[in-house]
């Protein structure tokens, strides 16, 4: 059975840093590009990035460019998702996914709140 | 980027009656492979997504045979045979063609009558 686990979430200043994690288990993460998701209180779904097998083409949503960075380590089975200056309209819920063969976005997390409020 | 749609964005519905939402997007999703990467997601109340439908009509592995997709093109319809209490959620349809930047529908709320 696929498991994502997001962590890494918490409360951060305006203009602040959190860093993100994703821990896969039940599948073999380097066949899999992941996606990161994110969920506004109350709003619907946003993609944010990707990043593919090997972790070397990465992709990012224009609102997150330049302050997001996507990667992965292939030997933890771990996707991470440093975001630096922060600022309330980033607050959210964010997933991390994985793609199918051939297909996107099949398996979800359970979710990591960040909250950016001073 | 391609923009999604979905109507209605809110569905009232009586248990046991059929439901359906229309997603349109405002180019083809079809690829150059011959497939359309347009998905359908489920959110229950308190939870993560859950991808019911890929490709337009293929359902998940676990996922009730009342719910199907259909649609080529620039629309897309999900339905619902016989909604039951458990169907109750938020349903959003995504584009997994023309990306970056993969792009979702803005939800359409289902609950009961």
């Known amino acids: 059975q696929v498991w994502l686990v997001e962590s890494g979430g918490g409360l951060v200043k305006p203009g602040g840093s959190l860093r993100l994690s994703c821990a896969a288990s039940g599948f073999t993460f380097t066949d899999h590009y992941m996606s990161w998701i994110r969920q506004a209180p109350g709003k619907g779904l946003e993609w944010i990035s990707y990043?593919?097998?090997?972790?070397?083409?990465?992709y990012y949503a224009e609102s997150v460019k330049g302050r997001f960075t996507i990667s992965r380590d292939n030997a933890k089975n771990s996707l991470y998702l440093q975001m630096n200056s922060l600022t309330a309209e980033d607050t959210a819920v964010y997933y991390c996914a994985r793609d199918g063969d051939g297909d996107h976005l099949d398996s979800w997390g359970q979710g990591s709140l960040v909250t950016v409020s001073s | 980027d391609v923009v999604m749609t979905q109507s209605p964005l809110s569905l009232p519905v009586t248990l046991g009656q059929p439901a359906s939402i229309s997603c349109r997007s405002n180019?083809?999703?079809?690829?150059?492979?011959?497939?359309?990467?347009l998905n359908w997601f489920q959110q229950r109340p308190g939870q993560s997504p859950r991808r019911l439908i890929y490709k337009v009509s293929n359902r998940d592995s676990g996922v009730p045979d009342r719910f199907s997709g259909s649609g080529s093109g620039t629309d897309f319809t999900l339905k619902i045979s016989r909604v039951e209490a458990e169907d109750v959620g938020m349903y959003y349809c995504m584009q997994g063609t023309h990306w970056p930047p993969f792009t979702f529908g803005p939800g359409t709320k289902v609950d009961i009558k």
């Open positions: 180019q083809s999703l079809v690829y150059s492979d011959g497939n359309a990467y």
């Open positions: 990043i593919s097998s090997s972790g070397r083409y990465t």
